[in-house]
């Protein structure tokens, strides 16, 4: 996962590979204070319903930008309008040929919402993301694929009409630096079309990522995608011309398909492998004690029909339904006191509860420290093995506040537990949440000790396994 890699890509096998212009090399230096402004992202969590309106500012790249948002939460997904306007021709800024919108999480993931291609310096889009708390930003990329935003954020997001709660996003996880990558010639409007442009950088970007090593079979279908590209646009028949954007768009992506294997293939197939034995460890335990009770059930299934000859036949079906029980709660003890070690975990009447603890929550806020999430990744990884579990995810807070915003908060706290949850691999169709906000405490709220404790997430196992005989 070197993505400083892409510092040293060398495009020497693309014989229309250029510099980059004077004008852009100059604008590397403002990429410092568009840092800056990525540190203090302002983003939201957004409250289902109504719509909420955001404003877009220019950063030091184009200070002359602006534009405009709406977001509407419905029904877990976000519908997201942007309207820019103001900006320069991104080929103007360096080895950039489109605009891409970008969704950034409370944890600094950036997601792709779409790309934003300019005309008069204006452009817009509308897309929907399954968020509820995120910011927004623009930047200049080399091709519409990208998986992850460049340094060159040229538009980022303010609230100016928000329906929900703010929250301060510490970063981008990952950014990519093209500053090696040379620049494409293009001419709107001129003989070769922007799609091309943007096939030739993704090849460029792929092969300094060495994808012709560590994703060969990709980074050869993108060749092969180009090879046809570059030869349709010198056809002198228009309608061969015509499929140009069409593969140029298929060579892209297998492009960018092949840069992303080449540089997490390994790391993610090393993770897969541990994760797998993990798995497979923990699997075999589980077999280990199911075959365990069935061998224990089987003996007293035959000890109980040698009684039989002294005993009515409903003892022996009883005996064999006793150890059949005794199987399934060691099972369900087993598994409670795994999760235990994750997250306090405990036997109820409603199934297996685990609980993300009040200290882990500050008075108003719905975001997960570190302990939780850290907590809720051993917790995702010990079910993960039980696909017949399903969880219900209940959100509480202590009685600060109004009872409204009681009931919008636990709904946001159970919401980020949601979420988390499903970034760890757990089926999102599996999980349900709802917000109870102050009204059903299990400690005084007279006291800072018990209103902490209120504040809590508890997540509820119920399934086969767990419910009880």
Do not use: C
Request: proline share 4%; hydrophobic share 45%.
């Amino acid at each position: 996962m070197k993505i400083l890699r892409l510092i040293q890509i060398t495009v020497t096998a693309l014989s229309f590979a250029l510099p980059l212009s004077l004008a852009a090399q100059q604008l590397e230096r403002e990429v410092s204070a568009v840092s800056d402004v990525e540190a203090r992202l302002e983003g939201f969590s957004f409250k289902e319903g109504p719509v909420s309106r955001l404003d877009f500012h220019g950063t030091a790249i184009a200070l002359a930008a602006d534009g405009d948002a709406e977001v509407e939460f419905q029904d877990g997904r976000a519908r997201v309008d942007v309207s820019v306007r103001k900006l320069p021709d991104p080929w103007t800024l360096g080895p950039f040929s489109i605009y891409v919108l970008w969704a950034v999480t409370a944890d600094g993931r950036a997601n792709n919402l779409g790309s934003l291609e300019v005309r008069s310096g204006r452009a817009s889009l509308e897309a929907t993301a399954a968020l509820s708390q995120f910011a927004l930003v623009v930047s200049a990329e080399p091709h519409f694929a990208v998986t992850a935003p460049s340094k060159y954020l040229v538009l980022r997001s303010t609230g100016r009409r928000v329906r929900g709660q703010g929250l301060v996003i510490p970063g981008l996880t990952e950014r990519i630096d093209y500053a090696g990558l040379a620049a494409q010639p293009y001419k709107p409007g001129g003989r070769i079309p922007l799609d091309l442009v943007q096939a030739r950088y993704a090849l460029a970007i792929a092969r300094g990522a060495q994808a012709d090593q560590y994703a060969a079979d990709e980074f050869g279908q993108a060749e092969q995608l180009l090879a046809r590209a570059e030869a349709a646009q010198t056809d002198k028949k228009y309608r061969v011309r015509n499929t140009v954007p069409l593969i140029a768009r298929d060579a892209v992506q297998m492009g960018e398909d092949a840069r992303r294997k080449a540089l997490f293939g390994r790391q993610d197939a090393e993770a897969a492998a541990i994760a797998a034995e993990a798995a497979a460890r923990e699997e075999a335990a589980v077999l280990a004690a199911r075959q365990k009770a069935e061998e224990e059930a089987r003996l007293a299934a035959s000890i109980a029909l040698e009684e039989a000859k002294r005993r009515e036949t409903e003892s022996a079906e009883q005996a064999a339904r006793d150890a059949a029980a005794e199987a399934n709660r060691q099972a369900r003890a087993d598994l409670t006191a795994r999760l235990n070690r994750a997250l306090p975990t405990r036997q109820t009447e409603r199934g297996i509860v685990a609980e993300i603890a009040g200290v882990q929550f500050a008075i108003g806020a719905a975001t997960l420290n570190p302990d939780a999430r850290e907590g809720l990744a051993r917790f995702a990884g010990i079910v993960g093995v039980y696909p017949s579990l399903r969880f219900r995810v209940e959100g509480h807070t202590d009685i600060t506040g109004s009872h409204e915003t009681n009931m919008t908060l636990s709904l946001a706290r159970a919401i980020s537990v949601q979420d988390y949850l499903i970034g760890q691999g757990v089926d999102a169709s599996s999980i349900e949440v709802e917000g109870l906000g102050p009204d059903q405490p299990v400690a005084t709220n007279d006291t800072s000790e018990g209103r902490a404790r209120n504040r809590r997430v508890e997540i509820i196992l119920t399934g086969d396994l767990v419910t009880a005989d």
